[in-house]
């Protein structure tokens, strides 16, 4: 167990980049899209590990704004 604190929003979604939940939903809510928020961060273009996980975020986003 963790000795750290995290919150679901602290975590990091793309460990190359260190990109959080947190900054990609600011961006999403910017109007930022996918790529938009992969050129801004860095997250999915370095190993590319994350951008299944990324790609559901913003989907989830997305589902949420249009309820
Ligand atoms: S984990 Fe995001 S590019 Fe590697």
Redesign the pocket.
């Known amino acids: 167990m963790s000795a750290r604190n995290t919150t679901l929003a602290d975590e990091i979604i793309?460990?190359?980049?260190g990109?959080t939940r947190a900054h990609i939903q600011r961006l999403f809510e910017q109007g930022l899209c996918t790529d938009d928020i992969s050129r801004r961060t860095g997250?999915?273009?370095?190993?590319?590990?994350?951008e299944w996980d990324i790609a559901e975020l913003v989907n989830e986003l997305s589902n949420q704004q249009q309820k």
């Open positions: 793309c460990q190359c980049s990109t997250a999915i273009s370095g190993c590319g590990g994350c």
